[in-house]
T-cell receptor
Framework: EDQVTQSPEALRLQEGESSSLNCSYT??????LFWYRQDPGKGPEFLFT???AGEEKEKERLKATLTKKESFLHITAPKPEDSATYLC??????????????FGQGTTLQVKP | DAGVTQSPTHLIKTRGQHVTLRCSPI?????VSWYQQVLGQGPQFIFQ???????GRGNFPDRFSARQFPNYSSELNVNALLLGDSALYLC?????????????FGEGSWLTVV
């Protein structure tokens, strides 16, 4: 069964304290791995898509990496405005021609000034 | 350009009632998907439509149905509402269904069943 697990569930950082969020996945075949940011009461905001092991993408203080079993979202020198829930999702090749995303439960990040 | 738009943003319904949620995809996008997000969990896939045809269905009861219109907008219908249907319902759009298509979400419709 296709599955996504994120850790930790919650993370508290001081402003400027770098860290990483983990997304472990088990899928029949990976079509893509997505990272989203979700603020309270809002819809998920697209951050990155990764397609193959070894791929990396960056946006401001965020950098996403991908291996055959997991993805990391590295946050460098975070600011309070980076506080949000970060969602990881996979699109499996076993889903035929659907675009179905399988989400993890999310990591809630709080950055204190 | 407008993103994915959903309506209504908030609504309260009574058990046993019916609800219709609406979604307009990003201009040019032909695929619309619906997700249910219960508080504290990740979104769960309900349906996907592409070119007005159902392309995928998640593990939800038959009380849930959807359709896509010629202008690619979509409706999600839920009959015989239960308390457990209280959630944030998210609509997502993409150009197509293949890998490489970025999937964008709307702000969601908050449904409370009392």
């Amino acid at each position: 069964e296709d599955q996504v697990t994120q850790s930790p569930e919650a993370l508290r950082l001081q402003e400027g304290e770098s860290s990483s969020l983990n997304c472990s996945y088990t899928v029949s075949g990976l079509r893509g791995l997505f990272w989203y940011r979700q603020d309270p009461g809002k819809g998920p905001e697209f951050l990155f898509t990764l397609y193959s092991a070894g791929e990396e993408k960056e946006k401001e203080r965020l950098k996403a990496t991908l291996t055959k079993k997991e993805s990391f979202l590295h946050i460098t020198a975070p600011k309070p405005e980076d506080s949000a829930t970060y969602l990881c999702a996979v699109q499996a090749s076993g889903s035929s021609n659907t675009g179905k995303l399988i989400f993890g439960q999310g990591t809630t990040l709080q950055v204190k000034p | 350009d407008a993103g994915v738009t959903q309506s209504p943003t908030h609504l309260i319904k009574t058990r046993g009632q019916h609800v219709t949620l609406r979604c307009s995809p990003i201009s040019g996008h032909k695929s619309v998907s619906w997700y249910q997000q219960v508080l504290g969990q990740g979104p769960q896939f309900i349906f996907q439509y592409y070119e007005k045809e159902e392309r995928g269905r998640g593990n939800f009861p038959d009380r849930f149905s959807a359709r896509q219109f010629p202008n690619y907008s979509s409706e999600l219908n839920v009959n015989a509402l239960l308390l457990g249907d209280s959630a944030l319902y998210l609509c997502a759009s993409s150009f197509g269904t293949l890998a490489g298509n970025t999937i964008y979400f709307g702000e969601g419709s908050w449904l409370t069943v009392v």
